[in-house]
Nanobody, 116 residues
Framework: QVQLVESGGGLVQPGGSLRLSCAASGFSFSRYAMSWYRQASGKEREVVATVSGPGDSTNYADSVKGRFIISRDNNKNTVYLQMNSLKPGDTAVYYC?????????WGQGTQVTVSS
């Protein structure tokens, strides 16, 4: 079965950095684009970054451009999100996800809290 397991979240001060990881299994990882999503309390889930299957193309939400970097290691079936210059507004549960057979797949999420 498809499994996506996020890790690396935690509490960080404004301006700090955090690196999230997502371990994938159960599908041909390198063939699919992978995304990071986040959902803040009381808000809808939003996509923050996407990387193509080969890892040669990326896209970012305007709110994180210049601060976040998405990458992947297809040999390890892992996608990463390097988050720099974190702001309180980045506080959310972060999920990795992909689309298979016309449906979304999500991990369990990892909490990121940016606070002084």
């Amino acid at each position: 079965q498809v499994q996506l397991v996020e890790s690396g979240g935690g509490l960080v001060q404004p301006g700090g950095s955090l690196r999230l990881s997502c371990a994938a299994s159960g599908f041909s990882f390198s063939r699919y684009a992978m995304s990071w999503y986040r959902q803040a309390s009381g808000k809808e889930r939003e996509v923050v970054a996407t990387v193509s299957g080969p890892g040669d193309s990326t896209n970012y939400a305007d709110s994180v451009k210049g601060r976040f970097i998405i990458s992947r290691d297809n040999n390890k079936n892992t996608v990463y999100l390097q988050m720099n210059s974190l702001k309180p507004g980045d506080t959310a549960v972060y999920y990795c996800g992909t689309w298979l057979a016309s449906r979304p797949y999500w991990g369990q999420g990892t909490q990121v809290t940016v606070s002084s």
